[in-house]
């Protein structure tokens, strides 16, 4: 008996959990976020003390890229980020923004990186607003944002320095 009981109970839990899945693609079309559509529009806190729009960006592309401190594939993908932010700034925007994290916590990461992120700096999304109206449910989530503010491409999952690259060059293209 305690044996079918569980069977039932693992079936039931099978099912619950496909149903979530199928839940979030609707999801994310109910928002419109896809290649295509227009990126919803935010404003965020960056670390630096400013508030951000994502709107205020246009009229060149947008790397918008959610992250956490506490995400290892996030922490070792950051980097990439970090150059391509300093070596790319004429042609993209990058637009970091860590999911659900403190300024503070954020901060003391940045700082204890002894200079490497000097002159990065990530919007802080405290209470996941963003994150939900993206979509995110899994970091790192990247989306590139055409210069007049649509969605052109999506990564989940942490990129190579090659790929990353890669992307970039095709976002900048793309907008030209």
Not at 47 to 67: A, C, I, Q, Y
Not at 74 to 100: F, H, N, W
Not at 135 to 156: E, K, R
């Amino acid at each position: 008996m305690k044996k079918n009981f569980l069977s039932g109970f693992y079936v039931f839990l099978a099912g619950a959990a496909l149903l979530l899945c199928c839940a979030f693609p609707v999801s994310a079309q109910k928002t419109g976020i896809r290649k295509g559509k227009q990126a919803p529009d935010f404003s965020v806190k960056m670390t630096d003390g400013t508030e951000l729009m994502l709107s205020s960006l246009r009229g060149k592309p947008v790397l918008l890229h959610f992250w956490a401190t506490w995400c290892p594939p996030c922490v070792r993908e950051l980097p990439y980020i970090a150059k391509i932010a300093a070596e790319r700034q004429d042609e993209i925007t990058v637009l970091a923004i860590s999911a659900g994290e403190t300024k503070e916590t954020v901060v003391e990461y940045i700082n204890s990186k002894d200079g490497d992120f000097s002159s990065f700096v990530s919007g802080c999304d405290e209470d996941s607003s963003i994150s939900f109206m993206y979509n995110v449910t899994a970091i790192p989530y990247t989306l590139f944002i055409s210069a007049d503010g649509i969605i052109t491409d999506t990564q989940m999952g942490a990129y190579t320095p090659e790929r990353l690259k890669s992307a970039v060059d095709k976002a900048v293209r793309t907008s030209e």
